[in-house]
């Protein structure tokens, strides 16, 4: 998105550019500012457009959830089950 709004813009400062230019009116205040502006629109782009166009987005990492044995319903009380102190996890090195 920011590289049309980007590019929206040169387009607008050029076609500035060539009105003032054909309408006789690019004066040489006109030339430092119209500069000044064209500058400014090149640093932009090393600041904002180039990094969203050649950087790396990072994938989402998912956490991995330990694994749990099944328990034999002879092992441990309803107690035990109900504070999760029943289930054991699986050793997975």
Do not use: C
Not at 14 to 36: C, D, E, N, P, S
Not at 39 to 59: D, Q, R, Y
Request: hydrophobic share 60%; no cysteine; net charge negative.
């Amino acid at each position: 998105m920011i590289i049309k709004i980007y590019l929206a813009m040169w387009m607008a400062v050029l076609a500035t550019g060539a009105i003032f230019a054909i309408a006789g009116m690019f004066t040489q205040m006109f030339a430092v500012i119209f500069g000044f502006t064209l500058f400014s629109l090149v640093f932009m782009g090393m600041i904002s457009v180039l990094p969203a166009t050649f950087g790396n987005e990072h994938a989402e990492v998912e956490t991995a959830q330990p694994a749990l044995a099944p328990v034999a319903q002879d092992e441990g009380t309803k107690a035990q089950f109900a504070h999760g102190q029943g289930l054991i996890p699986r050793r997975t090195f």
